[in-house]
């Protein structure tokens, strides 16, 4: 039993479904197992069936989220058909808990994009218009019935043949009361979840609203027109440290896309949520207003699209986990190997023991620099090492994070990329007991930043570092 609106809920209570449901074949994975293509034995119909472990000590709470609002919202064209909740008691192979729902077989938006991506094409923003209305519309209702879904994205905004859009996963999904219009767990997958839900995680008091959903469906607009939302090369645990930092995301290539789409994105990624729109506000936004009166065909166009992509093969899904810090943990395929790691905020334990560990094993190997999050630290080795080649300056220009070890150098190359591409003043902090390395660290980053300097003068600009209680201030033209 689990406790269903406060009440004891007897998994006994629901049929078997043996009795009603045939497996046909595997169609996915879900965060707690398989999804099943199902057949009704009396009329024939297909439906898909999350199967769920109701004795999984970390589910029970979703299952119940999940239940109540399918059982109540999916009365919506835009939301995924629930077709009943159904009990198999097996001594054997342990009990299951069966969720059938509306069969959904063209698939996620995410794969539809990817596979024409794959081909060098990519779906004209007509298209992309009108998956995100019919979102937007599935989204209006749950919020209309003060629930926010909390995970939107492209593998949970599944097509039908038809030409359909459905909302689907509600586990973490969460209703508001009129006492409690607003939420403070951070919950959802790391590349989509807003910074106000990020910023629960540390700041008490930090709540947030339904316009988190509106944030999520931005970086889905982006995954849809690039293939990936952004950070999708990070490690889900810095994309955390990154999108509150980080300016709104936009499409990678803005240029090829429409004024019109681009405003759209930049009024989901409002940083500051109070003065990001509501999802009905969107609805009236020009770049949706473009499928007025053209609904049908573009449904059409979309079943196409649908058809050629199956036609060609459904890709391998790349799937990103989502967290729920309410939970106490990570999912374990977000942690990695804690015998050897960049970046300590990678750990699922991040504490002292932690930390000190971490920090000695990767000195004894000469490794004297090691990440935390956007921090680099930075131990002193006492004598010299050959880190600092003109070899070593080359690699770290230009290059993604992931691509090197840590460096100091990576530091110098991320303020000195961030100043060109934001246009904007950036500040290197070192701090460190007596004898830490903290002048030596400054030499190092005025070496390399005279490396990177030597660039048009347009593209220079002031770097400012502080060093305990003094300022050194360089400027690029000047080095």
């Not at 970390?58 to 999916?74: F, H, R, V």
């Not at 691509?403 to 003043?425: C, E, G, K």
């Not at 903290?438 to 002031?462: D, F, N």
């Amino acid at each position: 039993m689990f406790s269903l609106c406060g009440k004891p809920f007897v998994f006994d209570g629901f049929p078997d479904p043996s009795d009603t449901w045939e497996i046909i074949e595997t169609i996915g994975k879900g965060t707690y197992g398989k999804v099943f293509k199902v057949v009704n034995k009396k009329n024939g119909s297909k439906a898909a069936v999350k199967i769920l472990d109701p004795f999984h000590e970390d589910i029970d709470e979703e299952i119940e989220a999940e239940y109540n609002i399918l059982k109540a919202l999916s009365d919506h064209p835009n939301v995924v058909k629930f077709y009943g909740m159904y009990f198999k008691k097996d001594a054997k192979t342990g009990d299951q808990l069966w969720l059938v729902l509306e069969l959904c077989n063209g698939g996620s938006v995410t794969d539809l994009a990817k596979g024409l991506l794959k081909r060098g094409e990519r779906m004209n923003e007509a298209i992309l218009a009108y998956i995100l209305h019919e979102a937007l519309m599935g989204l209006q209702h749950l919020h209309s019935h003060k629930t926010i879904h909390r995970d939107v994205k492209g593998n949970n905004i599944l097509l039908t043949t038809e030409g359909g859009v459905k909302l689907v996963d509600f586990g973490v999904s969460a209703q508001l009361t009129n006492t409690r219009l607003c939420r403070n767990t951070s919950v959802g997958t790391p590349f989509w979840m807003a910074p106000e839900v990020i910023a629960c995680e540390q700041q008490v008091d930090t709540t947030y609203d339904s316009r988190c959903d509106v944030w999520s469906l931005g970086i889905t607009a982006i995954e849809l027109g690039d293939g990936d939302p952004p950070l999708a090369d990070l490690h889900p645990m810095r994309a955390l440290f990154k999108i509150p930092r980080n300016p709104p995301p936009t499409l990678r290539q803005p240029e090829l896309w429409s004024t019109e789409f681009n405003d759209f994105i930049s009024k989901c990624l409002a940083k500051d949520f109070e003065k990001r729109p509501m999802v009905c506000d969107l609805l009236e936004h020009a770049f949706i207003r473009q499928i007025r009166q053209n609904e049908r065909a573009l449904q059409k166009q979309l079943m196409e699209f649908i058809d050629i992509h199956q036609q060609m093969g459904i890709m391998e899904k790349k799937r990103h986990e989502r967290i729920h810090t309410k939970k106490g943990n990570f999912r374990d395929s977000m942690t990695p190997n804690q015998n050897d790691v960049d970046d300590l905020a990678t750990l699922e334990v991040l504490d002292q023991n932690s930390v000190t560990d971490q920090l000695q094993k990767r000195y004894n190997r000469d490794q004297i620099y090691t990440y935390v999050g956007d921090i680099l630290v930075a131990v002193n080795p006492f004598r010299s090492l050959d880190l600092y080649s003109s070899q070593h300056s080359q690699t770290y220009i230009g290059a993604k994070r992931a691509s090197n070890p840590p460096h100091i150098f990576a530091v110098a190359d991320i303020a000195y990329q961030s100043m060109v591409n934001y246009s904007s003043d950036q500040c290197i902090v070192i701090s460190g007991e007596s004898g830490a390395g903290k002048t030596e660290g400054a030499h190092l980053l005025v070496q390399q930043l005279t490396v990177l300097g030597k660039v048009e003068v347009s593209s220079r600009r002031r770097v400012q570092w502080h060093i305990e209680h003094n300022e050194i201030n360089n400027v690029c033209d000047d080095s």
